[in-house]
């Protein structure tokens, strides 16, 4: 599997080159910065970007286009100074925590790696780029179910991800189903004929033989849904057959203010598990349920309610060094 991993991973997760210095002879220098980057002259990019640092000291996409470029350098301590200045100035931007799990991962820091990408997945539910990471650095820790089903729900968002697929090959084979591996591993020779590791691992299956797959329990059928009003506001209620734990499960129009995200899970099990965390310890929290675009249905672990995002921040500088966790503020009842 390492050779499918360390050949793919910063490739695809690196994100930089953005466009946030407004105008004059910054802007000059930033486009610079970036056009350096693109033809992969690196030490230069770096000579630009930290010339720009004390012309303009907070500006999130200097420290962030810098940090990629130490990336591309191998200089990861340097880079993950940079994203976390970026941090600092606005913990939001879409890539920030991609970035970071990037460098944690070639730290041979997995935990972290995946403390990070939780964070980018909560930001960003629909990045399917997120999850693979996450995936490839939890079977690093031999997590394999949990990496798997970060695989599968990439491939739900994007179904013709390669990588996805092969690395689902990967995982199903070092789980000790390789009839399943090979669906995978011929689905992504599918997408992407012309490269050489799925027609490779293929070929080493048919080599060692495969025995029959594992029987599995029927799937849980699909929750029915009813739609109510309440005060009038209409309400998505999902009636799930397995037990309640009493927070209310509901997508709602009703979205003014904030609240806190501590988590945003796939799985029902995995959100009842930080629910009851923070339940046990007094606050007030619930499970929300919504849907994607594409379809995908995300239960959002959220915490209390704000009229506004300052009171929100405030609220989560005391959640986060009671609880030992990353938690972001997020609009009320939305994504």
Known sequence: M????????????????????SAGPEKALFEKGVALLKQEKFQAAIDVFSELVALVPENPDVYKNRGVAHMKLNQYDLAIQDFEKTRE????????????????????DYSRAIKNYN??????????????????????????ELSL???NTSLEIFPRFYLAQCLKGDLLVKSGNPLEAKQAYEKALAIDPGHPYAKEQL????TAGASPPVKTDAETPEPAETAVKTGGVEKKIVKRPEKETGQ???????????ELQAGAFRSRENADKL???????GYKVRIVELTRPSGIEWHLVRIGRYDTKAAAKAGLVKVKERMGMDIIVRPYGRF
Request: proline residues 2%.
């Open 119 to 144: 964070m980018e997945i909560a930001l960003t539910p629909d990045n399917y780029y997120a999850y693979f990471n996450r995936a490839i650095c939890r079977s690093e820790l031999e997590e394999i």
């Open 149 to 151: 089903e970060d695989v």
């Open 89 to 108: 100035i606005k913990p939001d931007l879409k890539g920030l925590y991609s970035n970071l799990g990037v460098a944690w991962y070639y730290k041979g």
């Open 248 to 258: 209310i499960l509901t997508e709602s129009k009703e979205t003014s203010g904030y």
């Open 275 to 281: 629910y009851k965390k923070f339940n046990a310890e």
């Open 203 to 206: 070929a080493g299956l048919k």
């Open 2 to 21: 390492k050779k499918l991993i360390i050949s793919t991973l910063l490739a695809i997760c690196l994100i930089g080159i953005g466009t946030q210095v």
